[in-house]
């Protein structure tokens, strides 16, 4: 299997798991956490607050398959810093739209 093959489905396994994750958000009878090794806020809708959190997931991990599609063109490509570069952008991007978007509308 070429490299740029295998790359690419590792990429994606890593963006499965987002999508697991989101499932599990979806379903959750518990408020999900979105910081590692922090409680969850005292939520008012925790139903509400876990299918946010889930379409956060979820649109996570489908545009971190997306911008894997550079990796397909080889490791030698200037095309993978988009997919870098992305990654970091669509991070600071989930970041910010919990905080200022879904914590602030479902905490008490």
Not at 52 to 73: C, Q
Not at 81 to 92: D, R
Request: contains cysteine; hydrophobic residues 55%.
């Amino acid at each position: 299997m070429e490299g740029r093959i295998l790359g690419f489905i590792l990429w994606c396994v890593f963006s499965i798991m987002f999508l697991g994750l989101a499932a599990f958000s979806w379903f959750s009878k518990n408020p999900v956490g979105f910081w590692a090794n922090a409680d969850v806020c005292e939520v008012r809708d925790v139903k509400e607050y876990n299918h946010a959190l889930s379409r956060l997931f979820g649109i996570f991990g489908i545009v971190t398959i997306v911008l894997g599609i550079p990796l397909l063109a080889g490791q030698n490509s200037a095309w993978v810093l988009l997919s870098v570069a992305g990654v970091m952008i669509e991070s600071i991007i989930a970041m910010a739209v919990y905080t200022l978007v879904i914590e602030k509308k479902y905490k008490k």
